[in-house]
């Protein structure tokens, strides 16, 4: 079945650092897979998507994630956090099939310290 | 930029009382979705709709909860009676294709 992994329940970054947040799918053909962002109380923002094609991904808010096909993954990664950059951010893939189900990890909560 | 909308944005019940959740997908967007998510937890899909089809309700507990998508614009989720391990955001989200949804602000429940 297919399933998302976010391995890193909690992250603490200094603002101004890099950031990477790490996310291994199980998938058997090519995924769908995403990158949202969720704030205190609020709904999920999507952040990027890759579908096919260049294995980069630019996102909002000068965020990117890199598809590596080898390793599984699907890592989010931002050159230099912003306090505003704290909140949760969760990886998902689309269960492609009869429907098109969003699958999504448990989550990595940042903390950004000043 | 268009938007999902849902409300109420919270709910407080007490056990055994019926709740209901409402949500206004995005103009257009065939595929609805309604999501639970539990504190600390990733968004679990709870049912799918393709217009007014249910297409998923595997993880819909059917013993108490029920969704419906009438005229396949907006949808009405129902729990009935409400239990303590309901309590949750329950997310609502839409979709033209290929899963990327948009979600809404979310339903915050609380069941005491």
């Known amino acids: 079945a297919q399933s998302v992994t976010q391995p890193d329940i909690h992250i603490t970054v200094s603002e101004g650092a890099s950031l990477e947040l790490r996310c291994n799918y199980s998938?058997?053909?090519?995924?769908?897979l995403f990158w949202y962002v969720q704030s205190p109380g609020q709904g999920l923002q999507l952040l990027l998507k890759?579908?096919?094609?260049?294995?980069l991904v630019q996102g909002i808010k000068g965020f990117e994630a890199e598809f590596k096909r080898s390793q599984s993954s699907f890592n989010l990664r931002k050159p230099s956090v912003h306090w505003s950059d704290a909140a949760e951010y969760f990886c998902a893939v689309v269960s492609r099939g009869a429907t098109n189900k969003l699958i999504f990890g448990t989550g990595t909560l940042l903390a950004v310290q000043p | 930029e268009a938007e999902v909308a849902q409300s109420p944005r919270y709910k407080i019940t007490e056990k055994s009382q019926a709740v209901a959740f409402w949500c206004d997908p995005i103009s257009g967007h065939a595929t609805l979705y309604w999501y639970r998510q539990i504190l600390g937890q990733g968004p679990e899909l709870l049912v799918q709709?393709?217009?007014?089809?249910?297409?998923?309700d595997s993880q819909l507990p059917k013993d108490r909860f029920s969704a419906e998508r009438l005229k396949g614009v907006d949808s009405t989720l129902k729990i009935q009676p409400a239990e303590l391990g309901d309590s949750a955001m329950y997310l609502c989200a839409s979709s033209l294709d290929e899963g990327r949804g948009f979600f809404g602000p979310g339903t915050r429940l609380t069941v005491l």
């Open positions: 890759y579908f096919s094609g260049d294995t």
């Open positions: 998938y058997g053909a090519t995924p769908y």
């Open positions: 709709f393709q217009d007014e089809s249910v297409v998923d």
